[in-house]
């Protein structure tokens, strides 16, 4: 900003010689010739002073950047071409492909490229359409567990109302009262009541080999497997599984006559005795020196097919309908009762 100070004493002064009527020409001119040579003076002082700075701040960026554009690219890299101002001489000039930015990849920024733009919205798109899948997916899981629910709520109504019994009918062993498990596709399983205990095998840390005999539990215990019976739906006659135990190439054959339910041998004196279990019960009566009534005791039950190791007593959906398997030793024949 001009300072006013001197001006304003030169205007005072003319003013007074203007009053007294004593002004020449000459004291005119000399008055005026003052007034530019403040005016000259403060802006030498001021103005031009902050336009100097200015102008010594701009010969220091010697170069400034108008404008940049896509250069070249390369298989990494994508290059940019800029525009450049001289500030001292005013010249224009361009730099070709002198600033290089990398290829974006998964460990750092850079530029994309167009296929990993494509890529990426591809991404995106599939994405979406997983999301999609997945929702569709989520409604399924809810529809299969109501469903489930309500299979489940049907079929222990049928469990709480079904009760089997084993009848005999001639010589054929027969299950009534399984008409809704049958319709639910569901197995009979034979159980007989037995003791048994599991043992463990296992590796200790000096890495000798352990076997370990747990608790024993006298109860229900599954004889064979899922395959072991087979029921005709018309009749309810039960028949038992004769193929050799693991082997699966053959075809399963069956049979209605009870000896079949049992497994008989000789022991060192040349009696016979059957398999129970872990048990060997003997026929011989050592003390009459004849052969003595055996009854063995089993149990059908049904369960669903599905399960191919075991079925524990908590998972059948029904109770266990009992029947003997009676050895008489008069007519030395086996036979089914009750």
């Not at 554009?69 to 525009?83: A, E, F």
Request: net charge positive.
């Amino acid at each position: 900003m001009i300072d006013t100070t001197a001006l304003t004493a030169l205007i005072t002064a003319f003013r007074a010689e203007v009053t007294q009527n004593s002004i020449s020409p000459e004291k005119v001119g000399g008055i005026l010739q003052s007034i530019v040579n403040v005016l000259s003076t403060s802006v030498a002082e001021n103005d031009i002073k902050d336009f100097t700075s200015i102008r010594e701040a701009l010969k220091k960026a010697t170069t400034m950047y108008l404008s940049l554009t896509q250069g070249t690219s390369d298989r990494n890299h994508v290059y940019l071409t800029p525009t450049l101002l001289n500030a001292t001489t005013g010249e224009k000039y361009t730099n070709a492909d002198s600033i290089r930015i990398q290829q974006a990849t998964t460990e750092r920024a850079g530029a994309m490229r167009a296929q990993q733009v494509i890529d990426l919205n591809a991404a995106k798109k599939n994405i979406g359409e997983l999301q999609d899948d997945i929702n569709r997916i989520d409604t399924l899981i809810s529809e299969i567990e109501s469903s489930i629910e309500v299979i489940s709520s049907d079929i222990l109504a049928i469990k709480d109302s079904v009760c089997l019994t084993v009848e005999v009918k001639g010589r054929f062993l027969t299950v009534q009262g399984a008409e809704p498990l049958l319709a639910r596709n569901m197995q009979p399983y034979l159980f007989r009541l037995t003791k048994k205990a599991n043992r463990k095998r296992y590796t200790d840390s000096s890495g000798q080999k352990v076997k370990k005999k747990n608790i024993t539990r006298k109860g229900w215990h599954l004889m064979g497997d899922r395959d072991t019976l087979k029921m005709d739906r018309t009749t309810g006659e039960i028949s038992i599984n004769t193929t050799v135990h693991g082997n699966d190439k053959r075809e399963p054959s069956y049979s209605f006559h009870p000896m079949d339910f049992i497994k008989i041998s000789t022991d060192k004196k040349g009696h016979k005795q059957v398999a129970y279990g872990k048990r060997l019960i003997s026929l011989w009566n050592g003390e009459e020196n004849c052969e003595r009534k055996v009854e063995l005791k089993y149990g059908i039950a049904f369960g669903f097919r599905n399960r191919r190791d075991g079925m524990p007593t908590e998972l059948l959906y029904s109770n266990i309908a009992e029947f003997n398997i009676i050895y008489n030793p008069k007519d030395k024949n086996w036979s089914f009762g009750k």
